[in-house]
Structure formats: structure tokens, C-alpha cells
């Protein structure tokens, strides 16, 4: 093990004994309670009395300012950003945030890749849609995530659209499949819209659903790689088949199945619908949804609070499907804004959200704060030359359209392929090889080291060590350093009678390699 690596390791073991204790004087949570009107807080405190479980204080103003700005667009908020919010004294600044970040362009950049993922927008194989179509279809779900178009309109116009696969970029929802039989469209359109796998279903329902799809076709053009996507001609009879719900249903010759399934799936009675997104919504911005795993909705799976879930899906329906409605209810609620600090050893403290759960950041989201805070600019390559490749240095890495286009991090740390549409497909466990990337790699060494914020930072150390420590926390952990942390580091320097330089590399070092940094919090 190298100097570096020993000295980042006793720096980690410093600030560890120097944090502050629990507490009102915590940089992590707050013992100040505040009424809640939202009705999340009732029917998630209604469950853990029941279970006897105390839930978590709320979180700091400083945990609370990174989390949104992670959560809601991806991103680290900057030290100005911070301390801006953290000199505001009104009582509605946590709302006011989160109206604020729901509006930015960055929300749709982040929520883009989020749903790509489960739309499987991906150019290689095995989805196989090919470039042109990709940036097509993301640009589509940007749009639609940006104007915020009504959740049944988005769906239905994936479900019914026909035409090119250029020209008409929804159409793509029928390409993104790994396989075009009625058998596989069927599977697909069950997990993307309903949370459920078509597997588990009884043979009529699922002979019926995939009957829906039997008529969809596909034909190539003169124009590359490009392909229509469309209705095959009326059928000689009436198709009989089966709803999911156990309903009967004839489907005459010059019908559209799509148009009757896509009908049935959006109607305000749908037992579906609306709980699979909510439910997704809840799991992406909580860690775990109501009802888990969000793509295994099942009889014998129930939700861990039925009455939270009916919420939810009831304030869906009564907002016309508006789906900023739900993460609005949800970011301003006190169950999202309590500490990752359990007050419970209950293990069912967790599924019960009891306290936030910390979660390591996505593979996208950490290498855009490592380009963010030091620069520089990542290098991404794709199986097949495309141009989309070759990307400018403020392009965040969460923006990208391609599933395809890639890089060595990426894979590293857990992005997922879109090959299935499945949650599992992102890992984001830490791993051994990840730890020792972050603690040794040349990648971010170089990154660290050459990086004009950091010859920033020891400027200002060498002017003022505490300001350079403040400013350091600022940019990397989105707080203010404590005294005692302060302290410690300032101790660390002078025992190792360490160069100013040396000390500020050591200090970005330890933090980036720190939970603090890596995880949500």
C-alpha cells in the first residue's frame, strides 16, 4: 500500500474521532420538530406506532440542501447555493427549494436517464434502436419530462403510436424490446406499465394480453437502420380475449387492441396504473418502494402501508396524472425529510421509513460530482462508432441518451446495461474494486491532483487554513466543517508536519473516499 493511501486511511481515522457528537450540535439532523399538514407524515407515523418504532429526527438544513439537489436533479448544490439556504431563516425555505429545483432543466436531464433506464433506450445490442432513434426517443421523454405531460397522455402515446422509428419517436417503446412476438411486447408493457411480471399471471390472462399485441408489426425502409412501426391489416374475425382484470372482451376486425388496452390501463379505476408509478416514484426518491420490489407487483406481495399507497395513487388521480404533484407531496414531506440517523434497532424500521435511507450515489451522478468540483472532462466510447461519443466537457454524464455509450467508471460502478427494464439492472453496492478506484486509481488521482479547483484550495490553506478547510467541506460535502473537525485536521498537518499542499490533497482525498461524500444521505 502506497504513502498515499496509508496517509488518506489515518486522515479517514482523524476525522472520524474529531466528528461531532449526536446531538442538537450534529451536522447531520436537528432535534427541532415541526408540524406537518402533508398527509404522507399521518399514515407513515400511523404505521410505526403500530409497530412500536420511533421514527428519526429531521434532517439538518445542510443534509436537507444536498439531498434535494441530489435527489431532484442529480447533482451537488454549490457552496454559494448552500450557504444562501442556510442563511435563510423562513419556515417555508425547504418548500420553496424543491418548487425551485422541480422547474430547472437539470430535473428532466436527471429524470430522463431514470425512466430511459426503464425504457431501455439503449443504440447496441440487444435492443438494438441504433443512434439516430435514441437520441429521437430521449429527446421525446425529455420533452415530456420537462413540460411535465400528464402521466396517462405519456403513456398512452408510447402504447398506440405508429410510424417511423425516426420520425415518431415514441414508436421506439415497441423497438426497445428484446424480441418483437406478441409474447415479448406483452411481458414488457406489463412491467413498464403495471409493476408486474406477465409470468406469474394465469394462462387466459396472459394468452389474453398477449393477444393485444399480436397485430403489431414492423417493416424496414430504404433509409438505414430506420424502421416503421405499425398495424397489421384487419384480421379475417373478432379477436376474444381476456383484460388482465379477468374481463371478457370482443375486439372487432377494424380495432385498434393497442387503443382498447391503453384505454383500459388509464381509466381512473385501474387497480394498476397509478399504484405502479407511484409506487416507482416513492422507491426512486425513498430507496424502497411501498411495495417491494417495484416490478413485482403481485397479489402476494402487499405493500408494507396500504393506506400510504391508496394515498398516493388517490392525489395522482386527483391531479390529472400530474407527476410533479407526487414528488412535491413526497420531497416536502417530513417522512422524506427525516435523518438517515435511526432512533430504532426494529428491523423493520427501514421498510417501515422510519428514517431516510442511505444509499450510494448512481454510477452518473458520482462521476458528474467528481467532473463538477475538479474539472476535466471523461472519456466515453460505444461497440460501434457514433458520433454521440465525442461529448463537450460541461456535458453532464447523466444527460447522455445512450445506454450504449459508456466508460470504464460506469461499469465500474454499477450503471445499468437497459437491456430489461428491470430495477435489479443498477447496482449500486459498493464493491472492493470500487474502493480501492476511488483510493488509488491514476483516474482520479490525476483528476484530484491536477485539478484547478484544488491548486484553488490550497491557495486558500495557505492564506488561511480554516477558510481552506470550510471551503473544501463546502464544495465536496455540501456543509460547513465543524470545530472539532477543524481541529482535527489542522492537528493531522501539524503532527505530520505535513506541506500545505500535501494537507489539502490528503483532505479532498479523505473526503471523496468518505461515506459522506459517496452516499445519499
Not at 135 to 163: C, E, K, M, V
Not at 201 to 212: Q, S, T, V
Not at 441 to 458: C, L, M
Not at 488 to 506: G, H, K, S, T
Request: hydrophobic fraction near 40%; glycine fraction near 4%; aromatic fraction near 10%.
Amino acid at each position: 500500500m502506497n504513502r498515499l493511501v496509508l496517509m488518506i486511511v489515518a486522515l479517514l481515522a482523524v476525522l472520524s474521532a474529531g466528528a461531532a457528537p449526536l446531538g442538537d450540535t450534529t451536522p447531520f439532523e436537528t432535534r427541532r420538530n415541526v408540524a406537518s399538514t402533508n398527509p404522507i407524515d399521518a399514515l407513515v407515523e400511523a404505521s410505526l406506532e403500530q409497530q412500536n418504532i420511533r421514527s428519526a429526527n429531521r434532517c439538518s438544513d445542510a443534509v436537507f440542501v444536498r439531498r434535494a439537489y441530489l435527489d431532484v436533479i442529480g447533482m451537488l448544490p454549490k457552496p454559494k447555493e448552500v450557504q444562501d439556504f442556510l442563511k435563510a431563516d423562513d419556515a417555508d425555505k425547504r418548500a420553496r427549494l424543491i418548487d425551485e429545483l422541480l422547474v430547472r432543466p437539470a430535473f428532466a436531464d436527471y429524470w430522463a436517464m431514470k425512466w430511459s433506464d426503464l425504457l431501455r433506450v439503449k443504440a447496441e445490442f440487444p435492443i438494438n434502436l441504433w443512434p439516430n432513434a435514441v437520441q429521437a426517443y430521449h429527446r421525446w421523454i425529455y420533452d415530456a419530462i420537462r413540460n411535465n405531460i400528464p402521466y396517462d397522455r405519456f403513456a398512452r402515446a408510447l402504447l398506440t403510436s405508429s410510424g417511423s422509428n425516426f420520425r415518431v419517436p415514441q414508436v421506439n417503446f415497441y423497438r426497445a424490446m428484446q424480441g418483437h412476438e406478441p409474447a415479448t411486447i406483452a411481458a414488457t408493457v406489463a412491467l413498464t406499465f403495471m409493476g408486474t411480471r406477465i409470468e406469474n399471471w394465469p394462462e387466459d390472462r396472459r394468452a389474453g394480453m398477449e393477444a393485444l399485441f399480436s397485430r403489431v408489426a414492423y417493416k424496414p425502409t430504404a433509409e438505414w437502420k430506420e424502421e416503421i412501426v405499425y398495424l397489421n391489416p384487419a384480421p379475417a374475425k373478432t379477436l376474444q380475449v381476456v383484460l388482465p382484470d379477468g374481463a371478457p372482451v370482443a375486439i372487432d376486425p377494424d380495432m385498434d387492441p393497442r387503443q382498447l388496452f391503453a384505454a383500459w390501463l388509464t381509466e381512473k379505476e385501474n387497480p394498476w396504473f397509478a399504484r405502479n408509478v407511484v409506487n416507482r416514484l416513492w422507491a426512486w426518491l425513498m430507496g424502497r418502494g411501498i411495495i417491494h420490489e417495484v416490478d413485482d407487483i403481485r397479489p402476494d406481495n402487499p405493500p408494507v402501508n396500504p393506506e400510504l399507497l391508496a394515498c398516493l395513487e388517490k392525489e395522482l388521480l386527483r391531479s390529472n396524472y400530474d407527476l410533479k404533484h407526487i414528488y412535491r407531496l413526497i420531497l416536502t414531506s417530513q417522512t422524506y425529510q427525516r435523518s438517515s440517523i435511526p432512533r430504532s434497532d426494529d428491523p423493520a424500521a427501514e421498510k417501515l421509513f422510519a428514517f431516510y435511507p442511505v444509499r450510494r450515489l448512481d454510477a452518473e451522478v458520482l462521476i458528474d460530482a467528481l467532473t463538477g468540483i475538479f474539472g476535466g472532462s471523461e472519456r466515453y466510447s460505444s461497440r460501434i462508432p457514433e458520433p454521440f461519443t465525442f461529448l463537450p466537457n460541461d456535458y453532464r454524464t447523466v444527460a447522455l441518451a445512450d445506454g450504449s455509450i459508456t466508460s470504464a467508471f460506469l461499469e465500474l460502478f454499477g450503471r445499468p446495461a437497459r437491456d430489461s427494464g428491470f430495477a435489479s439492472e443498477r447496482n449500486n453496492e459498493i464493491t472492493d474494486a470500487q474502493r480501492l478506484h476511488l483510493l488509488n486509481s491514476t483516474h482520479i488521482q490525476k483528476k484530484i491532483r491536477d485539478s484547478w479547483k484544488t491548486k484553488q484550495f490550497v491557495r486558500l490553506a495557505k492564506k488561511d487554513p480554516r477558510q481552506g478547510i470550510r471551503s473544501i467541506y463546502l464544495h465536496l460535502l455540501s456543509r460547513p466543517p465543524t470545530e472539532a473537525e477543524i481541529e482535527a485536521i489542522v492537528r493531522y498537518a501539524e503532527q505530520n508536519n505535513v506541506e500545505v499542499r500535501q494537507a489539502v490533497e490528503d483532505l479532498v482525498w479523505s473526503l471523496v473516499n468518505s461515506k459522506e461524500f459517496l452516499y445519499r444521505h
